[in-house]
């Protein structure tokens, strides 16, 4: 944008003012953004650590003297947290390689190997993508009762697998596109064969875009709320959406609002560090998987 | 010699995609040919659960039925408003990403948090803002003076619209954000310094060359955010389940109720289908557009 860079060069009286305008106006737009994205968190996270009188004061306490760490030991001594967010990353973690497993393999087909069909096979990938799981779940519920795979994991970990493999294969095959194709070739001239290039050779330096990819995949599987609510019941098997959402449903008089901030806080904060860890790699896997399939 | 490489070459590629695309035909294509052919049967508690064929009367059902065309709408109405606002307020928040400042790393991390964030989590958090009695939304409201008692955010029907909406909009707008970025950052500058020179104000700038040059990003935004929308469960089911009195129940509220409380699996199907249908012919024609904008600009350069 003509904005984008500050002034540097020497200016008019006039233009120095209309500049300064326009720098507070630009400042104001940036702390609204970060207003925007962090108030509810934040909102979360304080009301975490507020003790029960607080939390249901009128009017609201913004600024609270006293802070408890109550709601967090009742979520894990009184109810079992920490076995939600194992279940939790077991699935996450298990269907994220599943679905490298799966994915890359195909997304390096479509990316370098002519193959009939393939642009009707990446359309179908691309459409996909877009299906809400609301469409799956009928039938897969079907499925999950006849082979008795309630209460198993393996009831999450199949359609996680699935639901993110398009994305997979999109976001891979966009990067064995950029990767030069000599390399390869000259493999071929050294001898190897398809399969060993692909180890030796190819995955080596696959695994940037394979950790991106992963992270993406891993946010998906972690956030699934629908299949994990309607194929798990048993309690010890629960995935962390489900618990925090049932959180609220299980004392109908009074809804622990310390107790489901605190778990909303424990539930999240894996995904924040990987997004404090991961924001260029993320944005990167997000934008080639949308724009550039 | 050719060719027993190029069908090596092949036999190779359909090794490698066919474990992904079988996995895909387990979990999308069969269970929705699945409700394609259950649709044509009944099978809910009156037929004790098991399946009899009765035909299209699922979907004469569906005509008649209040409920259906209910859901439809609010699903309509939800789809709109939150893609409307996520588009502007996307844009909004990517212009800003997109200009020079220190710390411009950091705040491009804290803008994709909540894209990142399990919707259902989300959800309680904001039914706890828009609670009516502790809400932080009714005390700023109530210490602004604009309201004079709380208000029912999502025990009425209008406001808990707007709840969803708001909370919605908040959860996605980042993606929205992000993928229009990237279309930002592929705009070079001397397009503006150009425009500018020959004394295009910033607003003619935007309208003239940003905007035209993002459609495809647009677009493309759009068309994953309407499929989002459209099929919205978790969120919903989440702050207000629907309620109250069907206010906020989307389609996939009421094809998941239909399944789970009503056991009628039949119904169900046919519900499915009708959803199945609506999005693919959206979509279809957004691709229409899409294609039709890229061969335009790619036979432009």
Redo the contacts between chains.
């Keep these: ?6 002034p540097a060069e020497p200016r008019t009286q006039t233009d120095k003012s209309s500049i300064s305008w326009r720098r507070i106006l ?1 400042i104001t ?2 702390v609204l ?2 207003i ?3 108030a ?2 934040l ?2 996270v304080l ?1 975490s650590f507020k003790t029960n009188a607080d ?6 306490v913004y600024l609270p003297t006293r802070f408890t760490l109550q709601h967090y030991i009742e979520i894990f001594a009184r109810r079992p947290f920490a076995n939600y967010m194992f279940n939790s990353g077991f699935v996450a973690v298990t269907s994220t390689l599943l679905c490298l497993l ?2 890359t ?2 997304a ?3 990316a370098r ?4 069909g393939e642009r009707i ?1 990446l359309a ?2 691309l ?17 999950v009762r006849a082979t008795g795979l309630a209460n198993n994991y393996l009831a999450l970990i ?2 996680y ?3 993110n ?2 994305l997979t ?1 999109l976001v891979m095959r966009s990067f064995f596109q950029q990767l030069p194709r000599d390399l390869e070739d000259s493999a071929k001239v050294d001898g190897y064969s ?2 060993k290039m692909l180890l030796h050779i190819l995955l080596p330096m696959t695994i940037p875009a394979l950790v991106t990819t992963g992270i993406l995949t891993f ?1 998906a599987s ?2 699934e ?2 299949f994990a ?2 194929f798990i019941t048993r309690e010890s098997m629960k995935t ?3 618990a ?2 049932q ?2 449903g299980t004392t109908v008089f009074e809804i622990p ?1 310390g107790a ?2 605190a ?2 806080v424990v ?2 904060l894996p ?2 560090v ?3 860890l991961f ?1 260029r790699r ?2 990167q896997g ?2 080639s998987g ?2 550039k399939g | 010699m050719t060719t027993t490489i190029r069908e ?3 036999r ?3 090794m ?2 066919i ?3 079988l ?2 035909a ?3 294509a ?6 394609f052919w ?1 649709s044509l049967f009944t099978e809910n508690l009156g037929t004790q659960l098991q399946p009899v064929f009765s035909g299209l009367n699922n979907y004469g059902r569906m005509i008649q039925d209040g409920r259906f065309w209910q859901t439809i709408a609010n699903t309509m109405v939800f789809t709109i408003s939150t893609l409307v606002l996520e588009l502007i ?1 996307g844009m ?2 990517a ?7 220190k710390g411009r ?1 950091a ?8 894209w ?14 828009f ?1 009516d ?2 809400g ?1 939304v009714n ?1 700023i409201l ?2 602004l003076g604009i309201i004079d008692t709380g208000i029912n955010w999502l025990g009425n029907p209008a406001p808990a619209m707007l709840s969803v909406i708001i909370a919605d909009v ?1 959860k996605t707008t ?2 929205v954000a ?2 229009l ?4 950052q592929s705009i070079s ?1 001397d397009l ?2 150009a ?2 020179i020959d004394g295009a104000s ?1 607003w003619q ?1 935007f309208r003239q060359i ?1 905007l035209p040059l993002l459609m ?2 647009i677009l ?2 759009s ?2 955010r309407f ?2 929308a ?5 969120l919903i ?2 702050m207000t389940g629907g309620g109250p009195g069907g206010a906020t129940e989307t ?2 509220i009421y ?2 109720a239909t ?2 409380r009503y056991l009628d ?1 039949g119904y ?2 046919a519900l ?1 289908v009708v ?2 249908v609506l ?2 012919a959206v ?1 279809a024609l957004a691709a229409f557009f899409l294609s039709k904008l890229r061969t335009a600009t790619t036979g432009d350069a």
């Design positions: 944008m003509s904005t984008a860079q500050l630009w737009a940036i953004t970060v925007f994205s962090l509810p968190i909102w979360q009301t939390i249901e004061a009128v009017p609201t799966l994915g393999p195909a390096y087909a479509l190997l002519r193959l009939p096979i179908i990938v459409v996909v993508t877009l299906f809400p799981y609301i469409l799956l779940f009928l039938g897969l519920l079907e499925i199949i359609p697998t699935a639901m493999i398009p294969i398809t399969w946010i972690w956030n709320f629908l609510l309607t962390i959406p489900v925090v959402a959180l609220s609002y489901q901030a778990a909303t539930g999240t995904l924040v990987l997004v404090l924001q993320i944005v997000l934008t949308a724009v | 090596r070459e092949r190779t590629g359909w490698l995609i474990p992904a695309m996995v895909l387990f979990v999308y069969y269970p929705i040919a699945r409700s259950l307020l909004g928040i212009l800003v990403l997109n200009q020079a400042f790393g705040v491009r991390t804290i803008a994709i948090i909540p990142a964030l399990p919707t259902a989590l989300i959800a309680t958090t904001w039914a706890w803002i609670n009695q502790f932080v005390d109530l210490r908040w980042s993606f992000i993928l970025l990237a279309g930002l500058n503006y310094e425009h500018s910033p700038s940003t495809p990003q493309i935004a068309l994953f499929a989002q459209f099929g919205i469960f978790d089911q989440v389609v996939s094809i998941y399944v789970m699996f169900g199907a499915v959803t199945f999005l693919v979509v």
